[in-house]
């Protein structure tokens, strides 16, 4: 484990340090090829000694938060810097963590064994390699939807490194068929789609009226894509947001000849190559001890088949590679890890002796993790308080980060009922 001499920086209002070491891609293989693991140190001016508070990034394939003050980003990041020092972690594969790039010169196998390398196990390794590089005994965790993921797993093999866990939008089911994941968030995403068209009911036709431009092939996005219906209806991932139906609304009331157009659908397309990782392991981050063979394709209820104007949510395919040029090259190694039968990611038998203090927001209608499989762990897990919500959507920590950061810190410390 090779370290590099940290470096601090003094922002307005923070000071930041930046650590990065070296660890292996494969843990199973400590003498092998090597990666990057970089994590940033916030911490208040007056609270440079506080204890660590790691947090753990949604996605899969997507860095951490950038921290400023003045406007404080996150919105989270006051509340917990009263309590912690907080270390954003670039997970493996994003940010400065050896980013996944061009695979071009390995074979769709390599590719694939490679890209296997980058779930919540190996996540929650680099983890404690940082953890021991930086001479710390116990810290505590946030983890944010797959965060949240690699929390449960943390919890499930190294809980005597945890002092707390919190989780917001990310408690996983332990040992569901991933089959039962999808067919649970795609009726959620039916009644989101209700919902929409209750509130704009004139945007059907606006949809309808889009899909014969995207059948003539009229929907080409900045870098030449030509727009399928197929993927223009993967958009209605952001409806599980609070401000989702008004962004759909937004997007669509524009002239879809325009320019604005092009470049905003763009911009709101869930999978793209700006972060690979989110498309390609996406559902193997539910694979709990299986393989998924193309869930989300599956298990797809008849209504989405018969229906064009009905948006899916967090459901890859492996059409999305096909659809998307940038995802393109991975197409061959998605299938291979389509059809990986996949390690467990949780011990059972461990999380159920698991004492160490926890809290869980959990969002009643949540359309990425699913309300009733969260709330089957937190009956699991002795230690792990759960705080069921209807007040807030999956983006609850983004939205009012340090109301509900401070509720899991009393919850976990038994402050609140």
Not at 258 to 279: K, Q, T
Not at 316 to 344: I, K, M, N, Q, Y
Request: proline residues 7%; glycine residues 10%.
């Amino acid at each position: 484990m090779i370290g590099v001499m940290p470096l601090t920086v003094q922002a307005p209002g923070l000071v930041l340090v930046e650590h990065e070491l070296e660890g292996p891609l494969d843990h199973a293989a400590p003498d092998g090829p090597r990666l990057t693991i970089f994590a940033r140190e916030v911490a208040d001016p007056d609270g440079r000694d506080r204890p660590f508070l790691v947090f753990l990034q949604g996605g899969p394939g997507q860095e951490a938060p950038r921290p400023t003050r003045g406007p404080t980003s996150p919105a989270w990041l006051d509340r917990a810097l009263q309590d912690y020092r907080v270390l954003m972690l670039d997970q493996r594969g994003t940010g400065r963590s050896s980013p996944v790039g061009d695979l071009s010169g390995m074979t769709p196998e390599q590719q694939a064994d490679h890209l296997a390398l980058f779930r919540a196990d190996a996540i929650v390794a680099d983890a404690e390699l940082l953890r021991r590089h930086l001479g710390v005994e116990r810290w505590s965790i946030l983890g944010q939807s797959f965060g949240g993921f690699c929390s449960l797993h943390y919890l499930s093999v190294a809980p005597e490194s945890l002092r707390e866990a919190f989780f917001t939008g990310g408690v996983p089911p332990v040992a569901r068929p991933v089959d039962d994941v999808y067919r649970a968030t795609y009726a959620t995403m039916l009644e989101r789609n209700r919902r929409y068209y209750r509130r704009y009911p004139g945007d059907r036709a606006r949809v309808r009226a889009l899909h014969d431009r995207l059948e003539a092939g009229e929907v080409v996005l900045p870098n030449g894509d030509v727009v399928t219906g197929r993927r223009f209806r993967q958009v209605g991932n952001i409806l599980g947001m609070s401000d989702g139906a008004e962004q759909l609304h937004y997007l669509l009331e524009r002239d879809p000849g325009s320019a604005a157009f092009r470049h905003d659908l763009a911009a709101a397309m869930p999978f793209s190559g700006r972060n690979p990782l989110y498309a390609v392991i996406h559902e193997a981050c539910y694979a709990d001890g299986e393989a998924t063979r193309w869930s989300a394709q599956r298990v797809m209820p008849e209504e989405f088949h018969t229906d064009p104007t009905l948006f899916t949510g967090e459901h890859v395919f492996g059409w999305t590679f096909d659809d998307d040029s940038e995802l393109a090259p991975l197409r061959p190694a998605a299938d291979l890890l389509a059809e990986r039968e996949w390690p467990r990611l949780y011990d059972g038998e461990a999380l159920g002796s698991c004492d160490v203090p926890a809290a869980a927001a959990i969002y009643a209608d949540d359309a990425y993790v699913d309300r009733a499989f969260s709330e089957e762990t937190v009956r699991l897990v002795p230690g792990l308080r759960g705080w069921v919500t209807n007040e807030y959507e999956h983006n609850g920590l983004r939205v009012d980060g340090a109301r509900i950061l401070d509720r899991l810190i009393g919850l976990a410390r038994g402050r609140v009922a």
